[in-house]
């Protein structure tokens, strides 16, 4: 016999909105970073020069160069805290700029500077974000335990954070930077400073997220071996300009080098680079400036 079930429209939209949760994250056709053309200059400097490439959905991309290359600037560009002049970005299928605010919730972001409260505890500058972003009450509680245990925070929850060590708060922070389920995290020198232990202990715990949430990643790093360890493809930046972009096996290969380190020296050539000098900055003003557009 058949049997014909009529639902309310409303129903049918909870039954839709069930099946599309269902769906895996790699399901949608948009990568997670499409740039096209992205160019950044100040005062007639070319800091960006026309740079264009793709990340997919969960991949762990690195962005690589020597000092002043351009990192911090694309990564402000595409988290809408610096206006290119010209260009194109789609963030999870999303223009940034257009959609300011689709776009921010669906990232993450950790800078250079160290950005959170030292007069809080671990668990009120998880508690901010969560509010800051968000994230549903009765969600809140739990993912923030689960992301403290996961960067054995837990115990030290209701410390004050002036209290932590530099990798500690390296840890809270990236945690805070995965509280609200971003599809994208981006990582800009996150383990600068950082002793090798606290480094790879820091990757180990962003790689598992990575591969627990599928959440894309795009960081910055100086030091060769975690990009080689963590991710996927590798982009050289140098002058504002993509040099190349590849596995590191590719880069290595077409390089004819046998290390990362080698390859980046022959790609971006040994003088050495001036410091940032915009390296510095408060993120919280930054945070603030982002949010005030709202
Ligand atoms: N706000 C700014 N005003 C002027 N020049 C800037 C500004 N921000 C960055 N720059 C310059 O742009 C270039 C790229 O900087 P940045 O993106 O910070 O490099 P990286 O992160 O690769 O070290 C550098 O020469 C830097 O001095
Ligand atoms: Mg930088």
């Not at 299928?93 to 605010?101: I, L, V």
């Given at each position: 016999?058949?049997?014909?079930?009529?639902?309310?429209?409303?129903?049918?939209?909870?039954?839709?909105?069930?099946?599309?949760?269902?769906?895996?994250?790699?399901?949608?056709?948009?990568?997670?970073?499409?740039?096209?053309?992205?160019?950044?200059?100040?005062?007639?400097?070319?800091?960006?020069?026309?740079?264009?490439?793709?990340?997919?959905?969960?991949?762990?991309?690195?962005?690589?160069?020597?000092?002043?290359?351009?990192?911090?600037?694309?990564?402000?560009?595409?988290?809408?805290?610096?206006?290119?002049?010209?260009?194109?970005?789609?963030?999870?299928?999303?223009?940034?700029?257009?959609?300011?605010?689709?776009?921010?919730?669906?990232?993450?972001?950790v800078f250079?500077d160290p950005s959170l409260d030292g007069e809080q505890t671990a668990?009120e500058n998880m508690?901010l974000h969560?509010?800051?972003?968000?994230?549903?009450?009765?969600?809140?509680?739990?993912?923030?335990?689960?992301?403290?245990?996961?960067?054995?925070l837990?115990?030290?929850?209701?410390?004050y954070v002036k209290t932590f060590?530099g990798?500690m708060k390296r840890r809270l922070e990236i945690a805070r930077g995965?509280?609200?389920?971003?599809?994208?995290?981006?990582?800009?020198?996150?383990?600068?400073?950082?002793?090798?232990?606290?480094?790879?202990?820091?990757?180990?715990?962003?790689?598992?997220?990575?591969?627990?949430?599928?959440?894309?990643?795009?960081?910055?790093?100086?030091?060769?071996?975690?990009?080689?360890?963590?991710?996927?493809?590798?982009?050289?930046?140098?002058?504002?300009?993509?040099?190349?972009?590849?596995?590191?096996?590719?880069?290595?290969?077409?390089?004819?080098?046998?290390?990362?380190?080698?390859?980046?020296?022959?790609?971006?050539?040994?003088?050495?680079?001036?410091?940032?000098?915009?390296?510095?900055?408060?993120q919280l003003?930054?945070f603030?400036?982002?949010?005030?557009?709202?």
């Amino acid at each position: 016999m058949l049997a014909v079930v009529i639902f309310s429209r409303r129903k049918w939209r909870i039954i839709q909105a069930a099946f599309r949760r269902q769906q895996p994250k790699s399901m949608p056709p948009s990568p997670a970073i499409q740039v096209e053309n992205l160019t950044k200059s100040f005062n007639g400097f070319t800091a960006v020069k026309p740079i264009s490439f793709q990340v997919e959905r969960g991949e762990i991309f690195a962005f690589l160069g020597p000092n002043g290359a351009g990192k911090t600037t694309t990564i402000k560009m595409l988290t809408t805290l610096l206006r290119p002049n010209d260009g194109k970005i789609l963030l999870d299928g999303f223009d940034p700029w257009q959609h300011s605010r689709e776009a921010r919730q669906r990232f993450g972001i950790v800078f250079q500077d160290p950005s959170l409260d030292g007069e809080q505890t671990a668990y009120e500058n998880m508690e901010l974000h969560g509010i800051l972003y968000h994230v549903p009450r009765q969600e809140r509680a739990p993912r923030i335990e689960a992301l403290l245990k996961q960067f054995e925070l837990w115990e030290r929850r209701k410390d004050y954070v002036k209290t932590f060590s530099g990798g500690m708060k390296r840890r809270l922070e990236i945690a805070r930077g995965f509280l609200h389920t971003p599809g994208i995290l981006f990582l800009d020198e996150p383990t600068l400073g950082l002793d090798p232990q606290s480094r790879n202990q820091l990757w180990t715990h962003i790689k598992t997220l990575n591969q627990q949430e599928q959440t894309t990643v795009f960081l910055t790093t100086h030091y060769m071996d975690e990009a080689e360890r963590v991710a996927h493809r590798i982009a050289i930046i140098d002058h504002g300009a993509l040099v190349a972009i590849g596995t590191a096996a590719e880069l290595k290969t077409r390089t004819g080098t046998d290390s990362l380190e080698a390859a980046f020296l022959a790609l971006t050539g040994t003088s050495l680079r001036d410091e940032s000098a915009n390296a510095g900055g408060d993120q919280l003003r930054r945070f603030a400036k982002m949010w005030q557009k709202r």
